[in-house]
């Protein structure tokens, strides 16, 4: 059987060379052309080797020859961290230094960060905690442990880095959110925690004279103002 190239040029050959009559002539070009390029295709497609399918790699926790310790998944460079995952700040990145719990949101009070801290305490933290932080959520009351009001004295005299610890790294029957929050909403939820203990516990004396008017008539409901004389 003669070599594929010399086979297909003969093919194309003989067609040309023997176009018989005008009516016959068109349709032998048509059929070389067609034929030369159907052989073009299956010289291309069996000259595909199976190299590529074979070639040198290694498969997860295969061993290799060249390296000393003979494994071919290599280690990370000592030192190296991933790109993003730079955790310099300590304090902002785990709401503690050496000298203990940060005692300052690292962070502007605004009402963005409040809003913010809102939603992500009623999504991830309502749930055990009330809406009121005093430990009476839905699934408090469906059996779940009950977790501490955060109006208690000892919460109340907590750091906020303490906080962000806790969502950080978990407590008690608390388990962690490090994965499911990021940081700068942890900060958000720990400064929301605040204002939630702040309104719960505000002094009188950081109230105006219209303020604690109004206070007064709340704790005082059946009090009514005088009514005016007229003559």
């Not at 594929?4 to 059929?31: D, E, I, L």
């Not at 926790?61 to 991933?82: N, Q, Y």
């Not at 925690?193 to 950081?206: C, D, E, G, K, Y």
């Amino acid at each position: 059987m003669p070599p594929r190239a010399t086979f297909a040029s003969q093919v194309a050959r003989g067609f040309w060379a023997n176009p018989g009559p005008a009516s016959v002539r068109g349709f032998g070009s048509s059929v070389a052309r067609r034929t030369s390029a159907l052989l073009l295709v299956a010289l291309t497609v069996a000259s595909c080797r199976q190299d590529m399918h074979d070639q040198p790699k290694y498969k997860p926790l295969r061993g290799s020859e060249i390296f000393g310790d003979k494994r071919s998944a290599r280690p990370l460079v000592e030192g190296t961290v991933a790109r993003g995952t730079l955790r310099e700040d300590a304090g902002y990145f785990a709401g503690k230094t050496k000298d203990g719990f940060v005692t300052e949101l690292p962070m502007a009070v605004t009402a963005q960060l409040l809003e913010r801290g809102q939603t992500q305490f009623q999504v991830f933290c309502s749930p055990c905690h009330g809406r009121t932080g005093r430990g009476d959520g839905m699934i408090v009351r469906r059996g779940f442990k009950q977790p501490s009001s955060y109006h208690v004295d000892r919460l109340r005299q907590m750091p906020i880095g303490y906080f962000y610890d806790v969502i950080t790294i978990g407590f008690g029957a608390m388990p962690d959110y490090a994965a499911q929050i990021a940081p700068a909403d942890r900060w958000a939820i720990a400064a929301y925690v605040r204002t939630l203990q702040f309104s719960q516990h505000a002094p009188a004396s950081a109230l105006s004279a219209e303020e604690r008017a109004q206070l007064d008539r709340s704790l005082d409901p059946g009090a009514a103002a005088a009514p005016e004389h007229h003559p």
